[in-house]
Nanobody, 116 residues
Framework: QEQLVESGGGLVRAGGSLRLSCAAS????????MGWHRQAPGKERELVAT???????NLVDSVKGRFTISRDNAKNTVYLQMNSLKPEDTAVYYC??????????WGQGTQVTVSS
């Protein structure tokens, strides 16, 4: 069964750092795009960052210069390094992947809480 397993969330003070990981397992096939979304309480889910298989990245303006997305294709794993965290980064972070056949999968979400 295909699944995405996320880890690395938690509670951190403003200015701190966290690293999220998301590992894809099962017969998920060749993954093209990997990404992270987040959803804060009372808000819609928003795209945070994406990375293509060759390594091209895209980040939302609010996290540029603070967050870095990377991946290990051999491990089918995507990472989100989050530095200089702000209270407004508090959200549930979801991993998302799209295969070369345009099938998409979502992780279960991991809570990130940044205290002021």
């Amino acid at each position: 069964q295909e699944q995405l397993v996320e880890s690395g969330g938690g509670l951190v003070r403003a200015g701190g750092s966290l690293r999220l990981s998301c590992a894809a397992s099962g017969s998920i096939g060749i993954i093209n795009i990997m990404g992270w979304h987040r959803q804060a309480p009372g808000k819609e889910r928003e795209l945070v960052a994406t990375i293509t298989r060759p390594g091209s990245t895209n980040l939302v303006d609010s996290v540029k210069g603070r967050f870095t997305i990377s991946r290990d294709n051999a491990k089918n794993t995507v990472y989100l390094q989050m530095n200089s965290l702000k209270p407004e980064d508090t959200a549930v972070y979801y991993c998302n992947v799209e295969t070369i056949f345009r099938r998409t999968y979502w992780g279960q979400g991991t809570q990130v809480t940044v205290s002021s």
